[in-house]
């Protein structure tokens, strides 16, 4: 038996995904490096390629993109429930409930292809209908005639998006559409384990995404850079922190020893759509904050993290913080059915030990018991 | 780097919960024996010695009991939740989106008793509400002077339960409450791992609990009974059904080498509610399936599992099959809370890794990308 809390060292499987290059700081998606796709390649063309394992054949009228733009409109059994939700929940809190409603029998095992098409296609509609609602507005219905991104904000904001925005969205959902096998990846792959469904199994990722430790912190990094305020006043804010022993919120990975391929290609994105004075003011945050850190553990490979320049882009996009992680799961439905189908075509149950350290067998209860 | 597929060969950390005793046939809870509890010592008893380590200090009106009875109404908010589910769904399916629902934003990280106890107090109100508002019948409130047995039933069919059907079911509820690191427990855990709130993370674990491997599997026994119909046609069918390469439902164990000590208990609770005539089938199909697994497989060590007995047991109690995992789940609400507790007291962020075995990075996409 292999002993290991976390299971850092251990390798829970094959998978021809992703790969995370902790090391060497890359991120691939079936051979392709995503430096190398975005920006540039649209949403839907990553989501075949994570789903098929090739890109796309033809673009952009390629066959994902219409199956996604098809498959818009959530069924109204599943609207009734977000509509019962209560207004003003945290929006990741009601896309829990939201994500499960839209299982009602139909979702069996083996999970398909066309069962990911529903659920990336229809959780944007379902989160955007509910954050309307909660603000006393009506739904706006997809367009097909928009890309997944557009068509995202389009149901949000009920106007048409400006394009850098447009095209912001489309690489940080490309860019966040799968990681290997994270915590929230791991989830699922044992609801599909032990031969759950897509949904219950995307269900179990969210809750488990929900976690700021997975991927609930990109909006704290928005929080600090707001109490911040201004770039001559970060160096004693930070010192202060980190003299607290309390976190920078942006900084670091499990996984990364070095730069976060995402973290770069998010900076580049949040210069064609962040606020000049918040993107300066990140910028020197950062600058500072890594400088600190590294003084104070001069042994640890600290880096920016993913989440740092996910919310200076979300908040470039207009994106209100408490979407923030809910957008990563609109990403991240992507990479789970490519997961979920991954495992199925391979299974078996994922069902580890654990070292029992209490009483040893052999206490007598106190009271005489009526059975017996 | 350890790589294991399905974790068997891993230990994920300590617990001090249960013990099970794969080898010796052995389920034990913070020390005792569960064949020396049951029957005998209520369900709110057992989640007294789960979440606190011992056995309530007084008896019956100890401080669980009187917590769990408390906690039994559910917020109006998840029940108009409820009452928006489409009818008719498979009752496992709706309690997904129903646990989901319990959680309004009150649940943060770490995980305490008291949101354990509103977990398990609510869970039942809430499915016999989904359950009856799917009859097309109006709620049944709880009621306070009813233990958890007890009063499920009562809220499931609106009659005063008989003694034999309320100490079956309290029987059941206990033995189900805990097993070690089981695949919705794992779920569970990695999304407390990642610091998520104690719904989020049930939530998930029935996500997991959904799968037939897992938990999804009693209803098929009645079924396989049914389908054999008399003992006189049992060989036949079993050796027709193996001939076939088909499943047995309610024999082998992925941890048990040996007698499942659920199994034995289910049995003996088993003569107290069952039909005599559907027992007396349940038995004869038991022995003849396992001298026909046996022979088949001499090396095997095949045993009757939980699920087996559980399906003649929750017969008998007169739930309908769509209820036995969902039933299920509410027994486990208490191992999953001590879980949650006992993983957030010593916390750490699961993260496994995967072996890439997909193509090697430096493809190049087939057409060029505006974005470059």
């Given amino acids: 038996m292999h002993f290991s809390k976390g299971l850092d060292d251990v390798i829970v499987g094959r998978s021809a995904i992703s790969w995370v290059g902790g090391e060497?700081?890359?991120?691939?998606?079936?051979?392709?490096?995503?430096?190398?796709?975005?920006?540039?390649?649209?949403?839907?063309?990553?989501?075949?390629?994570?789903?098929?394992?090739?890109?796309?054949?033809?673009?952009?009228?390629h066959e994902v993109g219409r199956e996604l733009a098809a498959r818009r409109d959530a069924p109204p059994s599943t609207e009734r429930v977000v509509d019962a939700l209560p207004v003003g929940l945290p929006p990741?809190?009601?896309?829990?409930t939201i994500l499960s409603s839209l299982g009602t029998g139909s979702y069996g095992y083996p999970p398909t292809r066309e069962q990911g098409f529903d659920l990336i296609a229809?959780?944007?509609?379902?989160?955007a209908r509910y954050v309307r609602r909660s603000r006393g507005l009506a739904p706006v219905p997809p367009r097909a005639d928009l890309g997944h991104a557009a068509n995202f904000l389009w149901m949000l904001f009920g106007a048409a998006p400006e394009a850098?925005?447009?095209?912001?969205?489309?690489?940080?959902?490309?860019?966040?559409?799968?990681?290997?096998?994270?915590?929230?990846?791991?989830?699922?792959?044992i609801a599909i384990s032990a031969q759950s469904d897509l949904v219950s199994a995307a269900t179990g990722a969210l809750g488990?995404?929900?976690?700021?430790?997975?991927?609930?912190?990109?909006?704290?990094?928005?929080?600090?850079?707001?109490?911040?305020?201004?770039?001559?006043?970060?160096?004693s804010w930070i010192r202060d922190r980190l003299a607290r022993k309390e976190v920078l919120y942006g900084f670091g990975h499990r996984a990364y020893k070095t730069e976060d391929p995402r973290a770069v290609v998010l900076h580049g994105i949040a210069r064609s759509v962040a606020d000049p004075h918040r993107l300066a003011l990140a910028e020197a945050v950062?600058?500072?904050?890594?400088?600190?850190?590294?003084?104070?553990k001069p042994g640890a490979r600290l880096y920016t993290n993913v989440e740092y320049y996910s919310a200076v882009v979300l908040e470039g996009i207009g994106l209100p913080r408490e979407l923030f992680t809910p957008t990563f799961a609109v990403a991240r439905t992507a990479g789970w059915t490519?997961?979920?189908l991954e495992q199925a075509a391979d299974n078996r149950l994922i069902r580890p030990d654990v070292e029992y350290v209490g009483p040893p067998k052999g206490r007598v209860w106190p009271r005489p018991l009526p059975g017996h």
């Fill in 24 to 61: 060497t700081g890359d991120l691939v998606y079936r051979g392709f490096d995503v430096r190398d796709l975005v920006p540039g390649v649209p949403y839907e063309s990553i989501v075949h390629l994570l789903l098929y394992g090739d890109p796309p054949s033809a673009d952009p009228s």
């Fill in 92 to 96: 990741l809190e009601a896309l829990r």
């Fill in 122 to 127: 229809r959780t944007p509609t379902l989160l």
């Fill in 164 to 189: 850098p925005r447009v095209a912001a969205l489309d690489g940080y959902l490309a860019l966040l559409a799968d990681h290997g096998m994270n915590a929230s990846t791991f989830a699922l792959t």
């Fill in 208 to 235: 488990t995404l929900k976690g700021p430790v997975h991927g609930g912190a990109p909006s704290r990094v928005s929080d600090m850079l707001d109490s911040i305020g201004a770039a001559d006043r970060a160096e």
């Fill in 286 to 296: 950062e600058a500072i904050a890594l400088a600190e850190l590294r003084r104070e």
């Fill in 338 to 340: 490519a997961h979920a």
